[in-house]
């Protein structure tokens, strides 16, 4: 396949519009050219509305200026809750059949009628046991892939590609750690995605439809606080068990455990669908994975190793962006993934 140009890696969330650009993207330690973010309006994510999009094309703009970005090549994400992805094997199908098999066998798997999406796949290895080649289908929306495609034009970029949000993680992750067999979990605004990485393959990803705002809403619902001031009390205590008498701790672990039944969920159809025993090192992203005691929390839930991610593991900094890698934590993950795509 033909290399990408350089370009700048574009996450759309729903909280955040983040962006980072990278240069030796094929080498062992990339070097971090510039970065960015801008908060998103409400709404706009994934809205078919000429006027959300050109809100979202104007957030670019403020990005690029703010930041004083100048590459125009851009990868972008779909959000992870926009698209669909399966796992499949195809025993006994040579690789030069693949391509026809996988299409015939798609219609089974996508919840949406075949031409209303685009369909691709990545190949993922070889089961040698099965002699099946293995794939990740993925299935997007054409309204949505045209939706981003129109933000890009409108704020004058130019879109080498668009991957998934759980794609990109992935290749940040591997980057950042070395390890090829992981369970990533984003904790969002208004999502939390889940993805497995098997043999440093993306094998598995579905978006779960709670995210950290409904832990701040919990706190608005419960004590009539202003919205930002439950924000805070978030922020501040999150799920550490016996601060303020445990008043915010059994707020939000109620919550939290609504999100990890459903990552157990996640975890018994890969292990049915692949008969491959799920990682056991659990790593969370995304500025939700903040929350403290977010990590000991779901330790203790799912019997796992947890840690949060540092996808400026594998990047080198300069001293004049330190302060904001910093504070920013894992929030760029998704961004960095986009910057590395190499092909
Ligand atoms: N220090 C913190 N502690 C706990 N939560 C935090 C902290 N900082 C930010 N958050 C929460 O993280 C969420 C935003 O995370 P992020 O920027 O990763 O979301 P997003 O990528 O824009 O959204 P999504 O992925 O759902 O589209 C908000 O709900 C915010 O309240
Ligand atoms: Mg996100």
Redesign the pocket.
């Known amino acids: 396949m033909a290399k990408l140009p350089d370009h700048v890696g574009i996450?759309?969330?729903?909280?955040?519009?983040?962006a980072v650009e990278l240069k030796n993207i094929s080498s062992d330690f990339p070097e971090l050219v510039n970065l960015g973010?801008q908060i998103?309006p409400r709404g706009v994510?994934n809205s078919e509305d000429k006027a959300d999009q050109t809100k979202l094309s104007d957030v670019l703009k403020k990005l690029y200026d703010s930041s004083k970005i100048r590459n125009k090549s851009v990868v972008m994400a779909l959000?992870?809750?926009s698209v669909f992805t399966r796992f499949l094997e195809f025993p006994g199908v040579k690789l030069e059949e693949l391509k026809d098999a996988v299409y015939f066998e798609a219609k089974q798997y996508i919840p949406m009628p075949l031409d209303e999406v685009q369909l691709s796949y990545i190949t993922i290895g070889f089961n040698q046991a099965k002699n099946a080649p293995r794939v990740l289908l993925v299935a997007a929306p054409r309204k949505i892939i045209d939706i981003y495609i129109n933000v890009a034009m409108n704020a004058g970029l130019e879109l080498a590609a668009i991957e998934t949000?759980s794609v990109a993680m992935g290749r940040a992750m591997y980057r950042a750690t070395k390890k090829k067999d992981l369970v990533m979990l984003?904790?969002?605004?208004?999502?939390?995605?889940m993805s497995i990485l098997s043999e440093g393959y993306l094998v598995f990803s579905q978006s779960i439809a709670i995210?950290?705002?409904?832990?701040?809403q919990s706190i608005v619902n419960k004590f009539n606080f202003e919205y930002s001031r439950a924000?805070e009390f978030?922020?501040n205590y999150?799920v550490v068990e016996n601060v303020l008498e445990g008043k915010i701790y059994n707020v939000l672990s109620p919550i939290v455990e609504s999100i990890l039944v459903e990552v157990r969920r996640g975890i018994e159809f890969y292990k049915n669908k692949t008969l491959v025993a799920a990682p056991m090192d659990y790593i969370l992203?995304?500025?939700?994975?903040?929350?403290?005691g977010?990590m000991e929390y779901v330790a203790k839930s799912l019997g796992v190793n947890v840690s949060i991610a540092t996808p400026w593991n594998a990047v080198k900094v300069d001293n004049k962006f330190k302060d904001i890698i910093t504070k920013s934590?894992?929030?760029y993950s998704?961004a960095i993934g986009l910057a590395l795509k190499d092909e």
């Open positions: 996450d759309f969330g729903t909280h955040s519009v983040k973010s998103t994510i959000p992870e809750f949000e984003d904790f969002g605004a208004n999502s939390t995605d995210g950290s705002d409904s832990l701040t924000e978030k922020r999150g992203n995304g500025d939700g994975a903040l929350l403290p977010l934590g894992p929030s998704v």
